[in-house]
């Protein structure tokens, strides 16, 4: 499985837009671009999943890169219930999701 | 509520005991997963399901790991000769288009 890099950590100020990062230099054609987050004590959270183009939804955006090798999920407005391991995850829905370390939000208010 | 639903949530037991935990996934998905999450690390994957059939398992799903699926709806995850490294997180999750997770079981082994 093609592989994800993501920061460890972040920290936001409620209120505020948070950009979390995500390299995939390997990304194939059929690899589909998934976040999921993770609240303490529950399971992940599906948010939003992309394969070119610039996706939108009630929770985020996603913004992928021209050359599809990384990629970007926008929170727009961080609240303190944001604060959660957001995933990055290239997933083709053959198999099953794999799952890095992904990034820990921390929201300050 | 029709998400994916885990029981127990919690559960703790003594080395050596079995245990078992029961997954029913959102009506409409024919593919289940099972997942191990201990503290501070990612869902590791353990084995899925399409509808009845177990397609694949994971190196983790020692021989004491057995799961079924046997009329392709709720799935149970049964370990046995629990030890204490068996404590951690299962995770229950179904898919039609999209992967969703139930919250998980909890599981203590003393």
């Known amino acids: 499985d093609a592989k994800t890099t993501q920061p460890n950590s972040m920290e936001s100020n409620e209120e505020e837009p948070v950009h979390l990062p995500c390299n995939h230099s390997t990304i194939s054609g059929t690899d589909y671009i998934h976040w999921y987050r993770q609240l303490p004590s529950q399971g992940p959270e599906y948010v939003i999943h992309g394969l070119t183009s610039n996706v939108n939804n009630r929770m985020a955006s996603l913004a992928i890169a021209e050359d599809r090798k990384s990629s970007t999920l926008i929170l727009h407005r961080a609240t303190l219930r944001d604060a959660a391991v957001y995933y990055c995850?290239?997933?083709?829905?053959?198999?099953?999701?794999?799952f890095g370390s992904g990034t820990r939000l921390q929201v300050q208010p | 509520d029709t998400g994916v639903s885990q029981d127990p949530r919690h559960k703790i037991t003594k080395r050596g005991q079995n245990v078992t935990f029961r997954c029913d996934p959102i009506s409409e998905h024919n593919r289940l997963y099972w997942y191990r999450q201990t503290l501070g690390q990612g869902p590791e994957f353990l084995t899925y399901?399409?509808?009845?059939?177990?397609?694949?398992k994971s190196r983790l799903l020692s021989d004491r790991f057995s799961a079924e699926r046997p009329k392709g709806s709720f799935s149970t995850l049964e370990i046995q000769r629990t030890e204490q490294g068996d404590s951690a997180m299962y995770l229950c999750?179904?898919?039609?288009?999209?992967?969703?997770f139930g919250e998980g079981s909890w599981l203590t082994v003393v």
């Open positions: 399901f399409q509808n009845e059939a177990q397609l694949e």
């Open positions: 995850i290239l997933y083709t829905g053959r198999r099953a999701l794999t």
């Open positions: 999750a179904s898919s039609g288009n999209t992967i969703y």
